[in-house]
């Protein structure tokens, strides 16, 4: 499932190879070079850019270089053009919620200024644009937006893109609209090729719903305690609500073998007079940490002691009387069965 975006922008979403091509046989040029025809500056170049210089313009100093290059480049930023279905797929993650970000080696000042001329500025949550190696800051914007790698997309044109989409462990998708060659990408194993943006956007759809994931089944139980007051345990896997104790059933194992375990692991307590309450559909809880689908099957049962020892699934626990226990945050499911043991007991 797709979640969230990284957009290069050269080649990607904006048509920018003329004005660079041009401003690089400027630089060229100045030093005696032959000049670059379309085809062969996208074999020749690549990303990050110094690595280029380097290898046809040794010893150059690279700051002299940028410096031209950008004075040739911005007399031509008017022929910078959106990409077919960039606008459009623009507005489908902003219309689907799904946070857009900037990766591209372009300035910031020039992003800035083409974005907003082109009028899609508002649609990136953040742009990190001026990043020569993108590697280097694949990790951290991860980090800083909590972005799982699992569900997050890097789109861009070039080799380089799709081996910081591989450094990053993300997901990658090359598109034929830029600087690399089909060719080219290939050699670098993208997760998805795609024509344009359209052809991007059909993948957005086909991976932007939940994964077929059948139901998981579950046990849980309301313990009553030798003074008959009842077990919640605080777990942040709720959202930091309260609950009760249970989990997963292993393949092969009943159910209540399994509530039998699941109690004994998360809380140290063995259980008596066990008996089943009701059954309840969990599906994509919004308290949950993460998109599932469970079948909750709920029990109440007897213990005779009331030291607790929690492993990692809880941190924290409190035996309470049924009136102090609706007095807690409770996660939803749990407060259907309190609903039912009050009615029931």
């Not at 719903?209 to 709720?238: F, N, S, Y």
């Not at 005779?304 to 102090?324: H, I, M, P």
Request: proline share 5%; with cysteine.
């Amino acid at each position: 499932m797709i979640r969230n975006l990284i957009f290069d922008w050269s080649g990607t979403l904006v048509d920018d190879l003329t004005p660079v091509l041009t401003a690089t046989n400027h630089v060229f040029g100045l030093h005696g070079k032959p000049l670059f025809d379309r085809d062969t500056f996208r074999e020749k170049f690549y990303l990050p850019y110094q690595g280029f210089y380097e290898e046809h313009l040794p010893g150059v100093a690279l700051e002299g270089l940028e410096k031209i290059f950008r004075k040739v480049f911005r007399e031509h930023h008017h022929t910078v053009s959106l990409l077919p279905g960039a606008k459009e797929i623009l507005q489908y993650c902003h219309n689907n919620q799904l946070p857009t970000f900037l990766l591209s080696s372009v300035t910031q000042e020039d992003f800035l200024h083409q974005a907003k001329r082109l009028g899609v500025d508002h649609y990136f949550h953040k742009s990190y644009a001026g990043i020569v190696d993108k590697r280097e800051a694949i990790h951290s914007i991860l980090a800083d937006h909590h972005l799982r790698p699992d569900e997050t997309l890097f789109v861009g044109d070039m080799e380089h893109d799709i081996e910081t989409a591989r450094y990053g462990n993300i997901r990658s998708c090359a598109v034929l609209t830029g600087y690399d060659s089909l060719k080219k990408l290939q050699r670098a194993l993208p997760d998805h090729v795609a024509p344009d943006m359209f052809g991007v956007m059909e993948i957005l759809r086909r991976h932007s719903e939940p994964e077929a994931i059948p139901p998981t089944p579950t046990v849980g139980a309301l313990i009553i305690g030798p003074d008959k007051k009842l077990l919640m345990v605080h777990t942040l896997k709720w959202s930091g609500l309260w609950g009760i104790p249970g989990g997963k059933i292993k393949a092969g194992e009943s159910s209540e073998d399994a509530l039998h375990r699941e109690v004994l692991e998360e809380t140290g307590l063995t259980l008596k007079n066990v008996d089943f309450a009701l059954v309840q559909d969990c599906i994509r809880s919004k308290e949950f940490y993460k998109p599932a689908h469970f079948v909750l099957l709920n029990y109440i049962a007897h213990t005779t002691k009331t030291q607790v020892t929690l492993n990692a699934e809880a941190d924290g626990y409190r035996w309470c009387t049924l009136e102090e226990c609706y007095q807690l945050n409770l996660n939803t499911p749990t407060r259907i069965l309190l609903d039912w043991y009050k009615k029931n007991r």
